[in-house]
C-alpha cells in the first residue's frame, strides 16, 4: 500500500485536556500525533518495526487551538540502510474548514529493527 502525500496519514481533533495554560494545545501532544503519523509510513517503507531515534527538525510556525481539525503529513524523504527521514507537516482546519494554517513541521527519524530490538537494513523483511 502506497501513501498518497496529499491524503493525510492522521486526522485529530484535540481536548479540553490537552490545552496548556495559554488556551492553546500542548506542544508535546502535537509531537505525538507527528510521531504516531511518521511511525506509521516509515513502518510501512520498512515492511516491518521501527523506532523513532532523532527529531532532526522541528518548527512550530502557529497555535494549535481547541476547535481546530489537525491533518498530519507524512512522507519519506530519505532511506539510508538501516535508517530513514520522515518528513511531517502538520495543518490545522479553523472555523469549521474555512481556513487552513500550517501549524508545525518536522523531520523525524527512524531505523527499522529487528525481533530483537536491533537495526536492521530497512529493504529486509523483518
Known sequence: MTLDPKEPVLRVVPGPTDINANGHIFGGWVLSQMDIAAGIVASRRANGSVATVAIDT????????????IS????????????????IEVVASRDRGREEVKVTSGLFTFVAIDADAK????????
Open 58 to 69: 522541528m518548527e512550530f510556525l502557529a497555535p494549535i487551538h481547541l476547535r481546530d481539525v
Open 72 to 87: 498530519v503529513y507524512a512522507q519519506v524523504e530519505r532511506v539510508g540502510r538501516t535508517s530513514m527521514g520522515i518528513r
Open 119 to 126: 537495526p536492521r537494513p530497512v529493504d529486509a523483511p523483518e
